[in-house]
């Protein structure tokens, strides 16, 4: 059973005891709603009552979060739980706490995402997902992946004239890496020489990134180049297609791309349905 704060216990009150509180004329008189649930665990079975309100079994379920029946010995400590929780929702209504503005507006909230949230599961568990949508996914994924990816060394350096000075002495046969270790200021890669191992394009500030593409490999910057870290002598060593991973070590992120892309497109049918009016938009 996992551990809860009470934070986390009166969230849940809000979330299941509330909402069954605030129903049509507030009526909290003994009804087994859970009637219908068939399960093979008997969920409908009250474990307990509190002035007469029962604690079902399916109760139990919902709140501890368990796919198995976890017995009443396990239970234990959940089923205390409940009753604590039902105990104070009483004493709420009772004191016509769920009739306040503020209450109504969050479980309304609550409410919202909850059947938002159901919705969206059911849509993605009515999707059937082929091999041939998973490979059609996976090939517009690597196409956007693919490139060239580079792997360089630099010496970052805090002022122009110091970066042209060792550039004068990488001209006259200085080492790259000692010199990157003796005077780079960038503290990752200058203990390595300058290394910054492999790295695409986009990961790197376009200034660096356009004066490592421009060079082929075995060459050194021309001229010092200037990013908001300061000014850098770039060295590419190498170059090589992106790697990019097999279908089957990202099956699972293909499924949640097409997925996400289902409950958008259902979202956007929805909007285009739906007469929506935002007089006043509010500000961020």
């Given at each position: 059973?996992?551990?809860r ?12 005891g ?9 009526d ?39 796919d ?12 205390e ?14 004191r ?6 503020e ?29 041939e ?71 790197m ?6 004066a ?31 790697q ?18 289902a ?22």
């Amino acid at each position: 059973m996992r551990p809860r704060t009470w934070s986390t216990t009166l969230v849940t009150l809000a979330a299941v005891g509330l909402l069954a509180a605030c129903g049509p004329d507030n009526d909290t008189s003994s009804t087994d709603d859970t009637a219908g649930i068939a399960t093979d665990t008997q969920d409908a079975d009250t474990v307990a009552t509190v002035n007469g309100e029962p604690i079902t079994r399916a109760d139990l379920f919902t709140y501890s979060g368990m796919d198995d029946d976890p017995g009443l010995a396990e239970g234990e400590g959940t089923l205390e739980e409940l009753i604590s929780l039902e105990l104070l929702r009483q004493e709420a209504v009772a004191r016509g706490l769920d009739t306040e503005a503020e209450t109504r507006r969050i479980l309304r909230m609550v409410e919202t995402n909850l059947l938002a949230s159901q919705l969206m599961e059911r849509i993605t568990a009515e999707m059937e997902i082929t091999q041939e949508d998973l490979e059609a996914e996976y090939e517009r994924q690597m196409e956007m992946m693919r490139g060239t990816e580079y792997r360089a060394r630099h010496i970052l350096l805090e002022d122009e004239e110091h970066a042209r000075e060792l550039l004068v002495e990488l001209g006259d046969g200085a080492d790259f890496a000692a010199l990157a270790e003796t005077h780079s200021i960038d503290p990752g890669s200058g203990s390595r020489g300058g290394e910054l191992g492999w790295f695409s394009p986009e990961q790197m500030v376009p200034a660096f990134s356009d004066a490592t593409v421009a060079l082929e490999p075995g060459e050194t910057t021309a001229e010092p180049v200037e990013s908001r870290f300061g000014w850098h002598i770039i060295r590419l060593e190498e170059t090589r297609d992106t790697q990019v991973p097999e279908l089957e070590d990202v099956r699972a992120e293909l499924i949640e791309i097409l997925e996400s892309r289902a409950i958008q497109e259902y979202l956007e049918g929805l909007r285009a349905d739906a007469e929506i009016e935002i007089p006043n938009r509010p500000a961020n």
